[in-house]
């Protein structure tokens, strides 16, 4: 490891940093102004670590690093950064660009899969008892929105939550009202998994996330408590060398000592975020807690849309000791049409590096949509009666008599989301 990572306090860059990082590629000034415009729409956040250590800055523009946390001119629709660009340029104020960035926002689907609405479940009872702060759409498991987590060490580009970060997603679904969301579990008694999520939960401070969590340990029928982080990709001395990094590896040990799971859903684009030492010593550190890792991360066109890498991803995880668990289709929010990867070529990718690694790695389950039914992933295309179709399976879902049993849709060459499919053998899907 080196030292400079060793000893390293966290220090964000936000949009006011933007021009003097792309300094370090090699853009043009124009190009550095049109990267601009777009952050102007879409959120920018980074840090002196994933700069530093993760991007590679002479080949910036073809780097998988750079393109996960930096914005790309071609991200939006040329007339739009055009139009930002020329605002930019004769140096218009904040009021003359907001509204010019809010009405491109609100053409990006900025709320995705009914999230705010849908997400609480469908029956009455359970409607009356809705918790802010609180998802509930399957039956077994808990999202929980802390609201001191709600931001993240670095921002991805292809981030669904990217509304959330601009502040125009009006989101009423992060609390901080302890009591009332563990309360809500405590009601619950089919909840037996509660997942943290954000942002990053790991972004607060070992205090602050043991209230949550402590909690939670008074609650018999929860049996496994989820943290959901990208932290070990974007800013791994939060578990190494962060002040209260020693006092977040006790609550973990907590958490496991009481007889529950704390599976840590680590969040992993490339194999380049976990090549530093210190990515391992914090895994090795998790781990030693008792605690498991499982990886998950969306497939993303320019970052890792390619078998090799995500075979090598899995089998480094592998190795480190944590588990490959989802790999996800990018949503139908924001720049979709630029990130996206066709349905059967995700197919293709899943399958082609499924077959290059040990059935220890095949744990991973995809691609899969976490869309409004449930989570929908694509087991194939295939050829039925001479038809070729995609061979459908609901992995989750809202009603469970729903999961586990196959469905068929018509094959298409550019759906990129189960919106985009028509059943096939039957007039409706299972949930319709
Ligand atoms: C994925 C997901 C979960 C967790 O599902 P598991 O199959 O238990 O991993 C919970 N809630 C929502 C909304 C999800 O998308
Ligand atoms: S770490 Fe997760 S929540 Fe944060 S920007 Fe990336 S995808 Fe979004």
Redesign the pocket.
Known sequence: MTEESQGRRFRAYTDRHLDELLKKAPLSEEQRLRTRAVSSVLPFRTNAYVVDELIDWDNALDDPMFRLVFPQEDMLPKEDVDRLADLLRKEAPKKEILPVANEIRYRLNPHPAGQIQLNIPKNKAAEEDAVDGIQHKYNETVLFFPQQGQT?HA??TY?F?WAQFVGIADLKIANNDVAEMTGYVARHPEVSSVLMT???PMIMGEPVLSRYIDPLLEIDHVESIRIGS?ALAYWPQRFVTDPDADATLKLFEKVVKSGRNLAFMA?FSHQREMESEIVQEAVQRILDTGATIRTQAPLIRTINDDAEEWAGMWKTQHKMGMIPYYMFVERDTGPQDYFSVPLWRAWEIYRDALSQVSGLCRTVRGPSMSATPGKVTVDGVTEINGEKVFALRLLQARNPDLVGRPFFAKYSEDAVWVDHLKPAFADKFPWE
């Open positions: 993240c921002y991805c981030c939550r954000g942002g990053d990208k969040h």
